[in-house]
Every structure is written in structure tokens, then in C-alpha cells.
């Protein structure tokens, strides 16, 4: 079974911070790679998604995530966090065989202003 | 704009009461899920169904069972709630190995 493994579980930034979210996976076959965001009191909803193409991909407010095939990462970035950006994030892989996402146990994002 | 809804927001159940938490998809996706999202544990996958009356165990299945009678529809019943079974419970839906799309949650406490 395919795993996802989040290394920071709780990260603590002060406004115009960078970020990074490390992300990686265990399956080997054909994967397609999402980084979900739960802000406070709010649904799960879609970051950004890899499923082909430019490994490098660009989300919604300013995240992006690079996808490394040779690494089985698919790591977050944000050049510059903003305290709006506190919350949850959940990096998951489908593999084209299951449908449903595996999850890796989440990062909580608090940033100070 | 994709719109799953969940019947309740919070839930207060006995032990060994039976459990019916629904979920609403309006977007026509052959794929429904069933989450449940625990500290620490991000989220982990109890079942899904990929079309009418057929589903699928995920992998943590026990003590669930579910029910997808209509497309739109799909329903998580605990049969015997345990307290080890408090937690938030999130559906979602989607298309082939696509997006999913997440409901708000029901956060279930059993006492």
C-alpha cells in the first residue's frame, strides 16, 4: 500500500517568511499529486494538483510545489506566508489503480504577524 | 461551483446507538468517499463507491458499513457506536483519479 509522509507537523513563521512543506510518497507507479488547505472552520479544499507535464506547478494565493519523480516528493512552497495562511495543509496521492486518496497526516501552519 | 453537503455539522451519540451520517453531491460524480480525520493522523479512508449500490473497503473499514442507493447519495452508518469512533467525518466526490471535492464535516463525539 502506498504511504505519504509529511515531515513537519507543525511549523511556526513570522509574516513575508518563505515556506516549505516537504512531501513525499511511497508509491512507485503513475501518481497523481494534490496539496490540499483546511483553514479554520473551513471545508478541505484544493491548493494546487499534479497530474502531468511541467513538474512544476503553480496554486491558488501564491503556493506552488514542485513535483521530483527521482525524490517521490512533491514539496509546497510560498515565498512570502502572510498570516492569512494559517491553517492546515494535507499533501495526497491517488494512484491510478486506487481512486481514493492516500493522505499524509497534515502540517499546521501558524504564521505571526 | 462543485457543492457536497453532510446532513449535520456535529453529532452526539451513545454508546451503541446506530449512526446515519449522509452526504449530497451535486455535480454528477461517479466517485463518492468517506473520510474520517483525526489529529496527527491526517485523513484515512473508511470507504468509497464508484458507482450506484457498489463500494469498495477502504482502509479502515471496521465497525462501518455504507450505502449508495442513488448517485447523488451516499451514507456512512456506524451500527454500534463506540467512543473510539468520536471523530470528524469528511465525504467527498469526484472523477476517475481527479480532484475530490470535500464536504464541511460532521463532527460525531460518542459518549
Known amino acids: 500500500a502506498q504511504s505519504v509522509s509529511q515531515h513537519n507537523h507543525h511549523v511556526i513563521l513570522s509574516e513575508a517568511a518563505s515556506l516549505e512543506l516537504g512531501c513525499n510518497y511511497s508509491?512507485?507507479?503513475?501518481?497523481?499529486l494534490f496539496w490540499y488547505v483546511q483553514y479554520p472552520g473551513q471545508h478541505l479544499q484544493l491548493l494546487l494538483k499534479?497530474?502531468?507535464?511541467?513538474?512544476l506547478v503553480k496554486g491558488i494565493k501564491g503556493f506552488e510545489a514542485e513535483f521530483i519523480k527521482s525524490k517521490f516528493s512533491f514539496n509546497l512552497r510560498k515565498p512570502s506566508v502572510q498570516w492569512s495562511d494559517t491553517a492546515e495543509y494535507f499533501c495526497?496521492?491517488?494512484?491510478?489503480?486506487?481512486?481514493?486518496?492516500?493522505f499524509g497526516s497534515g502540517t499546521r501552519l501558524q504564521v505571526q504577524p | 461551483d462543485v457543492k457536497v453537503t453532510q446532513s449535520s455539522r456535529y453529532l452526539v451519540k451513545r454508546t451503541g446507538e446506530k449512526v446515519f451520517l449522509e452526504c449530497v453531491q451535486d455535480m454528477d460524480h461517479e466517485n463518492m468517499f468517506w473520510y474520517r480525520q483525526d489529529p496527527g493522523l491526517g485523513l484515512r479512508l473508511i470507504y468509497f463507491s464508484y458507482d450506484v449500490k457498489m463500494k469498495e473497503k477502504g482502509d479502515i473499514p471496521e465497525g462501518y458499513s455504507v450505502s449508495r442507493e442513488k448517485k447523488e447519495r451516499f451514507s456512512l452508518i456506524l451500527e454500534s457506536a463506540s467512543t473510539n469512533q468520536t471523530s470528524m467525518y469528511l465525504c467527498?466526490?469526484?472523477?476517475?483519479?481527479?480532484?475530490?471535492?470535500f464536504g464541511p464535516g460532521t463532527r460525531l463525539l460518542v459518549l
Open positions: 508509491y512507485g507507479g503513475t501518481v497523481n
Open positions: 467527498a466526490s469526484g472523477r476517475g483519479v481527479g480532484t475530490q471535492y
Open positions: 499534479y497530474f502531468s507535464g511541467d513538474p
Open positions: 495526497a496521492v491517488i494512484d491510478t489503480g486506487r481512486r481514493a486518496l492516500t
